[in-house]
């Protein structure tokens, strides 16, 4: 993450969601999107919220239909922007986070594990991740160190582009 002269303070959160209950996770991302709306509407509270987890729910695409991902769907209508997925050239290595350790890493899965953000724009700030993508985690052998992959994005807080009038 990089610093900037608008923002010295972020609110972070972290989450992982139940695994099993698509109406469990929608519930996660509502008082998620609640918590980050009471700050972000703060003015003694940081501008931004920085949300990190692993929401068990891909990024909708050609594999993984948008009715699979109601939780990651419900963050977006809160004002959450997913910082990898919205990288205008896409992003780096494999599509899927999630690998097990009995799972062919080269095959369908998703991107299960997410990096987002939120910003007050009225106090303008806005949010990207010029580089982001998942981190392959086979060793040497071919056996995978766990059974997730990481997720890295180089975040970027800085001022808003000024909207036209």
Known sequence: MRACEVLD???????HWDHESP?????????I???AERALADESEPPAVLLLGDLNEPAPDRVNPAEDSVGYAA????GFKDLVSSRPRG???PRSTY???????????????????????TRGIGA???LAGVVPTED??????SDHRPVLADVVFAPAPARPS
């Open 9 to 15: 303070t972020l609110a972070l959160f972290n989450t």
């Open 23 to 31: 109406k469990s996770r929608v519930e996660s991302a509502r008082m």
């Open 33 to 35: 999107a609640k918590l």
């Open 75 to 78: 963050l977006l209508r809160s």
């Open 91 to 93: 992003a780096f290595g």
């Open 99 to 121: 690998v097990g350790f009995f799972y062919d890493a080269r095959g369908p899965g998703g991107r299960v594990d997410h990096i987002m953000a939120r910003v007050n724009a």
């Open 128 to 130: 990207a991740a010029p």
């Open 140 to 145: 040497d052998r071919g056996a995978l160190l």
